[in-house]
């Protein structure tokens, strides 16, 4: 029996799967994220991407949310399915497979952030977000499959011919994080009441560190101001990247125990060309002058 609404299906779509898989071409209605299809064979489900092709020859991206199968009425309404969808500018990366996890940022902190995601990778070292989730170092990832969580220890963009098209993350275990952070601090001996200290055992030379605490916090919180004040300002995707790695690169420069004062003050230069920052810039360089970590030149 014909179909007396295939009038009505205008437009020409395909379903991606995330494992690669992708549907033959379907006639459908496409309005405002609404797309019906009069095909109940096709397995539709939530995360898929519908590519629909345009008459122009460019194609338009969306993302499933929602889906709904109608039985219709015998012999006067077909069957069909409702897909509810989200558009996206760029077309979804294909992650072969992927599986749901947990992403935490800044735990225990007035800024902790939770959501939802859908990871692809090998799920060992290597992991891929789409851009929407916009991961950064040191996230938490929580997935059933780790036996620990897992911290991203390193993000970059793959790039296509229009931009930036997924997030590679490279990830390690949170206790193999852990003892990688713990390296970096020196070993520290108190000698004395009044925070009298002796950087290193076998050194019997004494510094006074009675605000060395107070000095490193501050200069933690101009760092966190400065790498809010990129987050938000109106630069490219690598540029932006590239400015969050450099202040990364400070925090740990400075928690080495001999810090490289002209590392950072490379870092620190390339820092200060960015707009918005010089203020807080002047404040980081204040500080770090007086606890003999920078030099003006």
């Known amino acids: 029996m014909s179909n007396p609404f295939e009038i009505f299906l205008t ?29 109940n064979a096709i397995a539709v489900d939530e995360g898929d991407l519908v590519v629909r092709d345009l008459p122009n020859g460019k194609r338009e991206y969306y993302k ?19 897909l509810y969808c989200i558009r996206r500018k760029e077309k979804m990366p294909s992650f072969g497979s992927h599986s749901l996890v947990t992403i935490i940022r800044a735990r ?28 950064k170092t040191g996230d938490e990832i929580h997935c059933e499959l780790f036996d620990e969580p897992k911290i991203i ?33 020196p070993n520290i001996m108190v000698t004395g009441q009044g925070a009298r200290v002796n950087i290193g055992s076998l050194d019997h030379s004494h510094q006074d560190f009675r605000h060395a605490d107070d000095d490193n916090a501050a200069v933690l919180r101009v ?28 925090k740990i420069e400075l928690q080495r125990s001999k810090p490289d004062k002209s590392k950072i003050g490379a870092l620190i230069e390339g820092l200060n060309c960015l707009v918005g920052v010089a203020d807080k810039i002047a404040k980081l360089t204040a500080l770090l002058q007086s606890i003999g970590l920078f030099h003006k030149p």
């Open 11 to 39: 437009s020409v779509v395909a379903i991606h799967k995330p494992d690669g898989s992708c549907s033959p071409t379907l006639k459908a209605s496409v309005e405002n994220n609404r797309i019906e299809i009069h095909d």
């Open 64 to 82: 499933v949310c929602k889906v709904e199968y109608k039985d219709g009425i015998a012999r006067h309404i077909p069957q069909c399915v409702v």
């Open 108 to 135: 225990g902190t007035p800024d902790e952030k939770t959501w939802e995601a859908q990871m692809g990778g090998d799920r060992a070292r290597t992991a891929l977000f789409y851009l929407d989730d916009r991961v």
């Open 153 to 185: 220890s390193k993000v970059d963009p793959v790039m296509i011919l229009s931009g930036p098209s997924h997030w590679e993350a490279e990830m390690v275990p949170q206790s193999e994080w852990n003892r990688r952070r713990g390296a970096t601090l």
């Open 223 to 250: 760092l966190e101001e400065i790498q809010a004040t990129i987050h938000h300002q109106n630069l490219s995707p690598a540029a932006s990247k590239d400015a969050s790695l450099d202040v990364d690169q400070l």
